[in-house]
């Protein structure tokens, strides 16, 4: 297939850290916007259309006893969030291209349910975790670590029915790639689903562009492919501003060529942009690197 024409790309912002450990990640949204996100894809051509920011919750404002819950903290706020996020997405066009900006990962339950529930829907998890705990499994109760369980069906009630429909993905439609950090209920899960998990070691044994090819034919039954990029699938060296990096990482132009090659394949029809923390990064260093890999996405090019 051949590189993707310009694009009529909706940003829509989720400045949640409600399903993180760390704060700071709520800052997200406003450290993409300052790195130029819009004017990178308006330089490629595309035509940008900026809708704010969802509505969320500061944790302080929840009440104490979501915060409490050590099994799935703050799950009623993520919750309502994740219909919030679905509502402001249905004001995108449905040839336009949303990219969410986060925000920590649980903002995906709601970009990702919209995109499935537009069309039968691949999707890239392009992460180093495989954020497949639900609440018994958990070490720590942070939903971030639980949006892609639940997509895929498996969790605690009140996320799944915020999703709209559940599972709102299927376990043939989903590839995870940069793996490299799994918790034992999460290694479960994934051999119980027939995940597939293609880790750092497939990509130092193989290389990226033949496991970005290998993604890519796994969701050759689908029209449709949306991204969730976290930024700590990028080694901490190159992406400091994260709340859990995991050393050993992709490197910079690892993560190019697989953006690169995903745009080539010609079905991306939306995005996210997630865990970016700028109370971590220097000099917003981990933003600009997002926003470069969004454009190579979106079809930019050395030639």
């Known amino acids: 297939m051949s590189v993707p024409a310009t694009r009529d790309v909706h940003l829509v912002g989720v400045p949640m850290d409600l399903g993180a450990g760390r704060r700071g990640v709520d800052m997200g949204p406003s450290a993409l916007r300052l790195a130029r996100l819009a004017a990178a894809l308006g330089e490629l051509g595309h035509t940008v259309t900026d809708h704010g920011n969802v509505e969320v919750p500061v944790a302080e404002a929840v009440p104490a006893h979501e915060a409490g819950d050590l099994t799935a903290r ?27 900006l986060g925000g920590d990962h649980a903002v995906s339950l709601g970009s990702v349910a919209h995109a499935c529930a537009r069309g039968r829907t691949g999707v890239l998890w392009i992460d180093a975790h495989g954020d497949l705990n639900t609440p018994s499994s958990s070490p720590s109760g942070n939903v971030h670590g639980m949006p892609l369980a639940h997509l895929l069906g498996h969790g605690d009630a009140r996320l799944l029915a915020a999703l709209g429909e559940a599972p709102a993905l299927r376990p043939e439609d989903v590839v995870l790639v940069g793996v490299r950090s799994l918790d034992p209920g999460e290694r479960a899960l994934a051999q119980r689903l027939g995940l597939m998990i293609l880790t750092m070691a497939d990509i130092d044994r193989r290389g990226m562009a033949a496991v970005a090819d290998e993604a890519l034919a796994a969701l050759g039954h689908v029209e449709r492919v949306h991204v969730s990029l976290d930024a700590d699938v990028l080694d901490p060296a190159v992406a400091p501003g994260v709340g859990t990096p995991v050393v050993g990482g992709l490197s910079y132009r690892e993560a190019h060529l697989l953006m690169e090659l995903i745009a080539t394949d010609g079905r ?9 923390n700028p109370t971590l990064d220097v000099q917003n260093r981990t933003a600009a690197v997002m926003v470069e890999l969004t454009a190579s996405l979106l079809g930019k090019r050395i030639m």
């Open 74 to 100: 703050f799950a009623d706020a993520i919750a309502a969030t994740t219909r919030a996020t679905r509502g402001a997405l249905d004001g995108v066009p449905s040839a336009g291209m949303p990219i969410v």
């Open 268 to 276: 991306l029809t939306g995005v996210d942009l997630v865990e970016v």
